[in-house]
């Protein structure tokens, strides 16, 4: 894609535009930026020339967003924070042998896939990884990652989807709500208090219904919007939980949480690794794909 050099500007005049916002001052932008107000100000009123709009009003003493400002900086303040992850990546990639960046859903991440990543690194020394967080599909063209971990339908623009597992799913709950609470049958569980997952507001209901329970009391209880949340919730005997086993292994094997019922329920979607087109042939990524299809083959109740 040709860039209009007329359209692009200057990472200083943004990086003014956006101190002067912050203070609501040219004065206390210029001295942040060791500059001069004069400096800050001209800045300011050449992007506003370019642009075509006025970015500020000014006040007695103040400078103050206009409308346009407001709608402005927060694009701005994204494409700051670009650039400086950029060039920190490249600095980082100048003294490595090689990189490797993985977009991973959260609680997937932290949880299951990071405590496994220095056998990664053990087999691949002077590999750099960049891992990050994102819960939903993204553009690959506009994020520069070379692969993800994506749950849901093997669907994604531009990308490759290769099957990982299955996801299966467990009621649990602390020691101390076993303990306080005979359960015996599904039933046992109408209104006792159910940790939800804000993503998947139908899991209680669709696993009563697989158990041929209908309570009226499937959708209520709390909401967390990750899974790590659910997990803390659970451990901390807040409620009931729906949780894949790959998630809880440390507390199931430490006795924090207990498993209620073996009824277990297999979700519809599936985890999948994800890698954009033209970047199939990275070497490293080639690596990775293989080093976790084993990891996931090695542990059976995932699939």
Known sequence: MKLSRRLVPDVTTLQAFECAARHGSFTQAATELNLTQSAVSRQIKDLESQLGVLLFERVRQRVI?????????????????????TMVRAMASARSESTLSIATLPTFGSRWLTPRLPAFLRDHPGTVLNVASRSNPFDFEEENFDLAIHYGQPIWAHATCTYLCSEIIVPVASPSMVADNSMATPQDLEGQPLLHLATRPKMWAQWFEMNGTDLSTAYS??????????????????????????????ELEAGRLHVLFDRPMQTENSYYLVVPEGKLENTVSQAFRAWITKQVSQNTHLI
Not at 65 to 85: C, H, I, W, Y
Not at 222 to 249: C, K, N, T, W
């Open 65 to 85: 967003l206009s409308a346009m400002g407001q709608k402005f900086l927060p694009e701005v303040r994204r494409l700051l924070n670009l650039t400086e992850e």
């Open 221 to 250: 209880g709390h909401r967390f919007d990750q899974f790590s949340m659910v997990i803390e919730a659970a451990v901390a005997g807040l409620g009931y939980a729906l949780l894949p086993r790959y998630l809880i292994e440390q």
